[in-house]
T-cell receptor
Framework: KNEVEQSPQNLTAQEGEFITINCSYSVGISALHWLQQHPGGGIVSLFM???GKKKHGRLIATINIQEKHSSLHITASHPRDSAVYICAVRSGETSGSRLTFGEGTQLTVNP | NAGVTQTPKFQVLKTGQSMTLQCAQDMNHNSMYWYRQDPGMGLRLIYY???????DKGEVPNGYNVSRLNKREFSLRLESAAPSQTSVYFC?????????FGSGTRLTVV
């Protein structure tokens, strides 16, 4: 069993739908990151969470430390949101601590 | 633009050839990383450098070497490429609150 599990692996939605991607982890963490990988391959950091909830535009990320679970929500989805969304956890406190990544969720938003 | 610059973007090697992937960041980050990404698997850490002058092995270091030349630059070397090293390689730099990734190198070993 992977230390970081994402669901679903693939998700297809219609433009305008509310989307949720889930991430569960099995190790103690100091932070959780959500990343977006564009169809061209570039990776962008969306959020870093250690507790609670963060919002940026139409994206909302939440984390429940006790349940070892995080969700990424996209409101009013748009075709440009089509990408792979990756959850990653950091288990140490220092900036040298390594990240462990989930396999990613492929999101396709149709017009 | 500030960020992580990674070269080359594409490379084809023959088995046994060597090459160096270059990475430079201009954000004054202490930590730098090399990852590989393979289909059906998450990004896996090859090597990382927590600060200038230090390097440490990650999950999959076999067949690779690294050099942290200075605070800006962190290179990855394949001494004798093997088909199993066909992958997409990403360099990243980071601090506690976030990471910045390079655009990736698609390497094919034939």
């Amino acid at each position: 069993k992977n230390e970081v599990e994402q669901s679903p692996q693939n998700l297809t939605a219609q433009e305008g739908e509310f989307i949720t991607i889930n991430c569960s982890y099995s190790v103690g963490i100091s932070a959780l990151h959500w990343l977006q990988q564009h169809p061209g391959g570039g990776i962008v950091s969306l959020f870093m969470l250690s507790s609670g909830k963060k919002k940026h535009g139409r994206l909302i990320a939440t984390i429940n430390i006790q349940e070892k679970h995080s969700s990424l929500h996209i409101t009013a989805s748009h075709p440009r949101d089509s990408a792979v969304y990756i959850c990653a956890v950091r288990s140490g406190e220092t900036s040298g601590s390594r990240l462990t990544f989930g396999e990613g969720t492929q999101l396709t938003v149709n017009p | 633009n500030a960020g992580v610059t990674q070269t080359p973007k594409f490379q084809v090697l023959k088995t046994g050839q060597s090459m160096t992937l270059q990475c430079a960041q201009d954000m004054n980050h202490n930590s730098m990383y090399w990852y590989r990404q393979d289909p059906g698997m998450g990004l896996r850490l090859i090597y990382y450098s927590a600060s200038e002058g230090t390097t440490d092995k990650g999950e999959v270091p076999n067949g690779y070497n690294v050099s942290r030349l200075n605070k800006r630059e962190f290179s990855l070397r394949l001494e004798s490429a093997a088909p199993s090293q066909t992958s997409v390689y990403f360099c990243a730099s980071g601090v506690n609150y976030g990471y910045t990734f390079g655009s990736g190198t698609r390497l094919t070993v034939v």
